[in-house]
């Protein structure tokens, strides 16, 4: 007999989505270290993206832009555009690889971070709103990457440790019974 949970992965990332939109909204404003600020949208883009495979992974990274775009005084769709590559890119790999791989998922998620903030720092150095390339870069860009990977961490530790599985099998589970049942027998006749 086999049992589908399909609602699993949903319910997580709309809870993640949910975090993700309340702390970019309340708390990024409001926090500036060295320049950089923290970007939940990136990290809910780059959740998704490696939990759940590309297709989600654009889809988030669109919606999530859009939303970075719209509040916070930046030209719209520069984000947007950035964050649906980075989706795309993150998850194009393999599906729930943050499950399964958490360190290759940090540093994929490191190199996506370094390319978004770079690429939009020379972005908006290109469209005005930046006057001083090195301050863009190193100033505001190094401090962002580095907050950007530091608050991911535990996002992705917790979603690494959440029982997301599709399937359940009680034929799995049965079998792993009986095979505890037999060591143990094997266990006593060996002694």
């Known amino acids: 007999?086999?049992?589908?949970?399909?609602?699993?992965?949903?319910?997580?990332?709309?809870?993640?989505?949910?975090?993700?939109?309340?702390?970019?909204?309340?708390?990024?404003?409001?926090?500036?270290?060295?320049?950089?600020?923290?970007?939940?949208?990136l990290i809910l883009t780059g959740s998704v993206a490696l939990l759940c495979g590309s297709r989600a992974g654009c889809v988030a990274g669109f919606l999530a832009g859009a939303l970075y775009d719209f509040t916070m005084p930046?030209?719209?769709?520069?984000?947007?555009?950035?964050?649906?590559?980075?989706?795309?890119?993150?998850?194009?790999?393999?599906?729930?690889?943050?499950?399964?791989?958490?360190?290759?998922?940090?540093?994929?998620?490191?190199?996506?971070?370094?390319?978004?903030?770079?690429?939009?720092?020379?972005?908006?150095?290109?469209?005005?709103?930046?006057?001083?390339?090195?301050?863009?870069?190193?100033?505001h860009g190094l401090a962002s990457i580095v907050l950007d990977v530091l608050v991911a961490l535990p996002f992705f530790y917790v979603l690494a440790r959440a029982d997301v599985s599709q399937t359940f099998s009680r034929s799995n589970s049965l079998r792993s019974v009986n095979t505890r049942r037999t060591a143990g027998k094997r266990y006593r006749k060996l002694h």
């Open 1 to 41: 007999m086999e049992v589908r949970d399909k609602y699993t992965i949903r319910h997580t990332v709309a809870i993640l989505s949910v975090v993700c939109v309340v702390l970019q909204l309340g708390l990024t404003p409001q926090i500036s270290i060295g320049g950089g600020t923290i970007n939940f949208m």
């Open 74 to 139: 930046v030209p719209a769709g520069l984000m947007m555009l950035a964050l649906t590559v980075t989706g795309f890119v993150l998850g194009s790999g393999e599906r729930n690889r943050l499950q399964e791989q958490l360190d290759v998922s940090v540093k994929l998620f490191a190199i996506a971070c370094c390319a978004v903030n770079v690429l939009y720092a020379i972005a908006l150095l290109l469209l005005g709103a930046q006057h001083d390339i090195l301050m863009a870069i190193f100033g």
